[in-house]
């Protein structure tokens, strides 16, 4: 059975930081790459980085350039995602993917398979 298990989330101030974790099993992490995702109230998922296998390629969404970092440890099955210099408007339920192909991809409907969430609230 594959999981993806985010944790890290929580309540932060802005201009503050949060690391996030993705705990990947059931899959080999080194063939998927890897992606997190977003969601705000309200509003649609969307691509907010990835990675591809052996972290030879990212992407980031340009509202998170020079902010967040991704990154994994495919021994550890950890996928990470760096918040720094939060803001409000990163507020929302942050999801780790991953999608059985070795190219990054931040499109939601490249992903295989999906954890369940963690919250971040950026707010004074």
């Known amino acids: 059975q594959v999981q993806l298990v985010e944790s890290g989330g929580g309540l932060v101030e802005p201009g503050g930081s949060l690391r996030l974790s993705c705990a990947v099993s059931?899959?080999?992490?080194?063939?998927?790459?890897t992606a997190w995702f977003r969601q705000a109230p309200g509003k649609e998922r969307e691509g907010v980085s990835c990675?591809?296998?052996?972290?030879?390629?990212?992407h980031y969404a340009d509202s998170v350039k020079g902010r967040f970092t991704i990154s994994r440890d495919n021994a550890k099955k950890l996928v990470y995602l760096q918040m720094n210099s939060l803001k409000p408007e990163d507020t929302g339920v942050y999801y780790c993917?991953?999608?059985?192909?070795?190219?990054?991809?931040?499109?939601?409907?490249?992903?295989?398979?999906w954890g369940k969430g963690t919250l971040v609230t950026v707010s004074s």
């Open positions: 993917a991953a999608r059985a192909l070795t190219d990054a991809t931040c499109l939601r409907e490249e992903m295989h398979y």
């Open positions: 990675i591809s296998t052996l972290e030879l390629n990212t």
């Open positions: 059931g899959i080999t992490l080194n063939e998927y790459a």
